[in-house]
């Protein structure tokens, strides 16, 4: 188990840093994956898909840590609230991956959790809606908001 845990300890922090606000709730996401990992290693038959598999696994307990800590929002968003322009995309090729890192976590919990699982790991809005019992509409207009707030930041570090 703690050759497993060392071999995978990166990868698997690496999956939940994108939807932590800090390096500390990252490690309480992995820490409970690696204890629902252990739980079920035996279940797992075809061990070339193992990285696949931890992902999934920390990708849900980002989804349950999600759920425990934050409040539902009551307000639904309609379609047409949902911006679609996402701004100038050479930016992304200036800066390092730990700025683009850092800005994701400053997105709220909610926003950042959204655009994880679309942009990520390739969930739809209906499949987010789903996951997080919020309307599709609101997932889209999550992440349209999600979107603006990374860019202004993203925007603050270029100039």
Not at 23 to 31: F, G
Not at 51 to 63: P, Q
Not at 75 to 102: C, F, H, P
Not at 149 to 159: D, F, I, P, S, V
Request: charged residues 25%; contains cysteine; proline residues 1%.
């Amino acid at each position: 188990m703690k050759a497993f845990y060392e071999h995978f300890h990166g990868f698997a922090l690496g999956v939940c840093m994108g939807y932590a606000e800090n390096r500390d709730d990252a490690l309480e996401m992995m820490h409970d994956g690696f204890l629902k990992i252990f739980k079920n290693l035996h279940k797992v038959e075809n061990l070339e898909t193992i990285k696949a598999w931890i992902r999934r696994v920390m990708v849900n307990i980002a989804i349950d840590y999600h759920r425990r800590n934050v409040k539902r929002q009551l307000t639904q968003l309609t379609e047409n609230e949902v911006s679609r322009d996402y701004g100038d995309e050479n930016i992304y090729a200036v800066l390092s991956s730990e700025d683009i890192i850092k800005a994701i976590q400053k997105l709220p919990q909610t926003y950042r959790t959204v655009f994880n699982l679309y942009v990520i790991e390739g969930y739809s809005h209906k499949e987010i809606g789903d996951l997080l019992n919020i309307a599709e509409s609101t997932s889209r207009a999550h992440l349209s908001v999600a979107n603006s707030m990374l860019r202004k930041y993203l925007n603050k570090l270029m100039n």
